[in-house]
């Protein structure tokens, strides 16, 4: 019964969806208040709709229902009650389903939050993300219904892919579709400027914390699960410009040019095409990363299943969201007078060079990820674009890009001074030059970890100086309590930027420091000791352990540093008896940002492992500096001038005075 | 600086940038791609030593030997072999009668390889085996419904 009524739901919410995608578009059009004044409370019960739907199927695999399709072929009774819940979104119809959640939770977000916005655009926006509801609430019932009972029930379910029973299932995905999603939102909102032919300042301010809101979790998303296949797959890599993984980074390179895009926007008024433009692309380029990841055109751990009939309506979703956004953009975007001048060296034209830069970098992903694709479809040739193919065209674009970005921070608005920036942040060159004569001559090693860790530090040390200046000012000998006074009257969002870059160095920094690891591949037996970078690790033991749905063998290690223990791990090979499926836990412990990595597999003779062991200094950088990066985002989030509101109480002060406005 | 130059400027840059990514991109793909066959391709078409490619197969029964963390093997389409060298770890599903994919460069006689991906999962084998036991003659549709999940991560 709770099953029918999850199902029930879902074709409710897809009604109220198309109600909701046509009247408040029609009040618009007749600019009839009454019309638009549906749009918010349809959305609001959409999302309550779409909710009880999701809670009835997670009620479904939480109870073990094996009447369900679903059910039976992603759970087990024996299942850890964490994958019961988390596993919902371990699977197509599921994921599918969280995917329509979150779009209709940021459909109810901006119901709530837009009340401050001007009447037709806030309709217009909850119109067109019903359209996108629609859409996929339509393709969720036709082609992959989590809700299609068995004829004749099993006993037992065939479990969850071992790969997925991990905690990182519980944080990935729904961080990454928070991202992923969020995007739907600035897409709405270009698509409703365009509508309502509101392409101004105002709009930037009310779209901007959305787009920080989606890149913020898209952030993290794409942090955690690169950290999840890197403890998972057992041999420490971290980044495989895997196609699954580009189709997250191409978004979140879209969504990053947008939020610089949307600050020259908002502050002034220049780059409106472009905005809107970004906002478009950025979304296609998610609804195409969900084509890539589901239509199966791919071979993945992400593709969970091939039927060409999903592939063909997730297609046909995009042709037209993408189609009918770029024809609305093509129709209205030339009737936009050119915005604010400035010169070329100023922080806009820098900015212009940020987004100039990353949708190349976006181009070139593009172009590696679905070069391959197509070249199969129309010659057959099979071929795979790797690493080196984005090492090559990726990394060049982005370093200079990291160079430019301390000198930025510092340029004024309108029109800058080049060399006085430059000067500013003459400490920060001073300190990356150093790091690289230290390291070079402490290290010596790869040529271009001293480089990139050069470019780390001056990038981490550049990312401040702005705030530094703005604090200290000229005089050197401030008196403490005035640099407070002026460290607290800086805008939140100067910090936020600060943190933000400083992020990318810190990921940086790890980046570079996998030129000092070190590795080994051995056999080892109780007793044996692997020296790998400065500690060696003795392999103390080898056991058997059993879990609730698995048998492991594990391996007892302790790491010593010249002579005393430090920490123990336990790396292990976990064995699946329903699916027949082994997968390796691998022992990881932190030391200093650096991690000691082991992995094993059974070895040829029992009573020895396969062990894979790497000492990986300052790993741990490259997630931390996308946290620190998301923390960024999240500080300029809080910035007065983004709080909910603030945009009406500063238009009133401005109707009251008007020379004092903006 | 006029209005007129200010563009100018800008779309100036822009070719450079946008410019110097194609460039990047031709170049990389000219030296940075990797072709994939299947076993009976690779003797077909004759390629030169030397060569990098990836070639997808299954394992062939009684051709795996170890010796120490090298093991040497043969990937088969059932009509035609390819021997592999490879040093390094293996994957956990990797054995003889499985699917696997390798990436390495051919020698002489056979191929030294860097990478070696095998399934995921029981149930699924990766599509570029398939692919190449379809092109052999050798799969059965009826009995590899599923196959979905390949390398990646």
Redesign the interface.
């Given at each position: 019964m709770i099953v029918e009524t999850g199902h029930f739901a879902l074709v409710l919410a897809l009604a109220l969806a198309l109600v909701n995608a046509a009247v408040p578009l029609w009040g618009v059009a007749t600019r009839d208040q009454r019309l638009m004044a549906v749009a918010p409370s349809v959305a609001l019960v959409g999302f309550f709709l779409v909710a009880l739907s999701y809670a009835a199927l997670t009620y479904a695999h939480v109870t073990s229902d094996f009447s369900l399709v679903n059910v039976v072929e992603n759970s087990h009774s024996a299942k850890p009650l964490i994958y019961k819940i988390t596993g919902v979104w371990g699977d197509h119809e599921g994921s599918m389903l969280l995917w329509i959640l979150i779009l209709s939770l940021f459909g109810a977000a901006v119901a709530v939050s837009g009340r401050a916005m001007p009447r037709d655009l806030h309709a217009a926006v909850l119109s067109v993300q019903s359209w996108i509801g629609a859409a996929f609430l339509l393709f969720i019932l036709l082609t992959s219904n989590p809700f299609a009972r068995i004829a004749n029930p099993p006993i037992e379910g065939n479990d969850l892919n071992p790969l997925l029973q991990d905690p990182g299932l519980a944080i990935h995905p729904p961080l990454l579709y928070l991202g992923y999603v969020g995007l739907s939102i600035t897409f709405s909102f270009a698509a409703a400027a365009l509508i309502c032919g509101r392409i101004d300042a105002v709009w930037a301010r009310l779209v901007r914390p959305w787009i920080l809101i989606a890149w913020v979790f898209l952030t993290l998303g794409i942090a955690m699960g690169s950290y999840w296949a890197y403890y998972t797959l057992g041999w420490g890599g971290f980044w495989f410009w895997d196609p699954v993984e580009n189709a997250s980074l191409m978004p979140w390179l879209a969504a990053t040019a947008l939020l610089h895009s949307a600050t020259v926007m908002e502050k002034r008024e220049a780059l409106r095409v472009w905005t809107i433009f970004l906002a478009i692309l950025a979304f296609s380029l998610s609804l195409i990363g969900t084509f890539i990841v589901r239509s199966g055109v791919l071979t993945s751990v992400h593709a969970f299943a091939n039927d060409p009939r999903r592939g063909v309506f997730i297609l046909a979703i995009l042709v037209f969201f993408i189609g009918g956004s770029l024809l609305l953009f093509a129709l209205r975007a030339n009737t936009l007078k050119p915005g604010g001048f400035f010169a070329p060296i100023s922080r806009e034209g820098t900015l212009v060079l940020n987004n100039l830069v990353l949708s190349t970098c976006c181009a070139t992903v593009f172009i590696g990820t679905l070069y391959p694709l197509a070249l199969e479809a129309l010659t057959g040739e099979k071929i795979s674009v790797g690493a080196p193919f984005f090492n090559a065209t990726f990394v060049p674009l982005f370093l200079p890009l990291c160079v430019v970005m301390p000198i930025a921070q510092n340029l004024a608005w309108k029109r800058g001074d080049l060399l006085g920036s430059m000067q500013r942040l003459f400490f920060a060159f001073a300190c990356g030059l150093a790091a690289m004569l230290v390291l070079f001559a402490l290290r010596g090693g790869p040529v271009i970890s001293v480089v990139l860790a050069g470019l780390a530090i001056y990038t981490i040390i550049g990312a401040f100086t702005d705030l530094a200046t703005r604090i200290f000012g000229r005089a050197t000998l401030l008196k403490g309590t005035q640099a407070f006074t002026h460290a607290l009257g800086l805008p939140r969002s100067a910090y936020g930027t600060a943190l933000a870059h400083a992020g990318i160095g810190l990921s940086l920094l790890g980046l570079a420091a996998t030129g000092w690891g070190a590795q080994k591949i051995m056999a080892m037996k109780p007793g044996d000791v692997a020296r790998v970078g400065p500690y060696d690790v003795v392999l103390e033991s080898i056991g058997p352990q059993s879990g609730p749905n698995y048998t492991a063998t594990v391996a007892h290690m302790a790491i010593r540093s010249g002579g005393t223990e430090v920490a123990g791990i336990d790396p292990a090979v976990r064995f699946y008896p329903t699916r027949q499926m082994s997968r390796s836990e691998a022992g990881i412990k932190t030391i200093d940002f650096g991690q000691v990595y082991v992995g094993i597999s059974k070895g040829d003779t029992a009573g020895s492992v396969d062990a894979r062991l790497y000492w990986k200094p300052l790993v741990s950088l490259i997630w931390f500096g996308a946290i620190v990066m998301a923390c960024g985002g999240l500080c300029s989030l809080s910035d007065r001038r983004l709080r909910v509101g603030v945009a009406r109480r500063v238009r009133k002060v401005a109707a009251a005075a008007p020379q004092a406005a903006e | 600086?006029t209005?007129k130059r200010?563009r100018l400027?800008?779309i100036l840059?822009?070719l450079v940038?946008?410019g110097?990514?194609l460039g990047?991109?031709l170049?990389?793909?000219r030296?940075?791609?990797?072709?994939?066959?299947g076993p009976s391709e690779v003797l077909a078409k004759e390629l030169a030593p030397g060569t990098r490619l990836?070639i997808g197969g299954l394992v062939k029964p009684g051709s795996l030997t170890?010796d120490?963390?090298t093991v040497h093997f043969a990937v088969t389409d059932g009509k035609r072999d390819i021997p592999v060298i490879y040093?390094?770890?293996?994957p956990?599903?990797f054995r003889e009668g499985q699917g696997v994919v390798a990436?390495g460069v051919l020698g002489v006689s056979g191929m030294t390889a860097s990478t070696i991906l095998a399934k995921?999962?029981?149930?699924y084998m990766?599509?570029?085996v398939v692919?190449a036991l379809k092109k052999a003659g050798r799969w059965q549709e009826s009995t590899g419904k599923?196959?979905?999940?390949?390398?990646?991560?």
């Open positions: - | 600086m209005r200010k400027a800008l840059s822009a940038v946008l110097s990514g990047l991109v170049y990389a793909l030296d940075n791609i990797v072709f994939f066959y990836r170890h120490g963390m040093s390094g770890p293996l956990d599903l990436e995921h999962d029981e149930r990766p599509r570029e692919d599923s196959a979905g999940i390949g390398g990646g991560s």
